[in-house]
């Protein structure tokens, strides 16, 4: 899914700057969706600048009268908040809210809530939220400048949605079972053996090496093709370098 779903609303922002620097800081994530809700000034000259070219997001902002307008399509809104204290609705870090968002943006629009620079949101704006979420900052200075906290929530959404991405292509990815524990193993042997004979070990210590490429080849878990493909490799290095005679090539197990 892609972050199309997700929408940044801003409540009555005050310095037209602010708007855009949360376009900006919305376009280097990859968001797109803004919805301003009575803005003090808007369009504004210093929303342009600051938005150091990121005008796309402001020419396509809609701007709404009330925040019950601009979610009034959402199955999901959530509520950034700099204080925690006195909080009714369930709290969500920022990490968690973003794979929340993300998830649900698969079925429904979302929308993530901002209030004014000077005393935030409401608690009958607070009302039309689901859930609420805090940026850990300092307790004793909590209070993000508001486009900063835009940026913060959508890197959160971005790093939500790459992980999203990556978890769906991995499946596609692979087209034959992953290779045995077995087979793993005779990889691993065949791999040392042929380092060895390349003198790969000479100033370094091989279980400390070998230890590592189990880590590498265990982060990528190679399916049976790719393990044969890569003991290939090996035998024709050994042949290359003499260790096995050519024609010879070591049997690649049954993986
Ligand atoms: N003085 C206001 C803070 C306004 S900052 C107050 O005390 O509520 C403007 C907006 O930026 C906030 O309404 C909130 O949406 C967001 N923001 C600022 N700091 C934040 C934080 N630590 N966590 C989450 N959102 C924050």
Known sequence: MSLDNVRIVLVNTSHPGNIGSAARAMKTMGLSQLVLVEPKAFPAPEAVTLSSGATDILDNAVVCATLEEAVADCGLIIGASARVRGISLPLMEPGECAEKAVTEADNCSVALVFGREDRGLTNDELKLCHRQTHIPSNPEFSSLNLASAVQVLC????????KQQEA???PECRTH???SSEAMEHFYGHLQEVLADIEFFKHSNPD??????????????????ELNILRGILSEMQVAIGKQPAGGRKETQSV
């Open 177 to 179: 079972d992953l290779a």
């Open 208 to 225: 400390k090496i070998m230890a590592k490429l189990r880590r590498l080849y265990g982060r990528v878990r190679p399916d049976r093709v």
């Open 168 to 170: 769906s292509l991995v």
């Open 155 to 162: 890197y959160e959404l971005r790093k939500a949605n790459l």
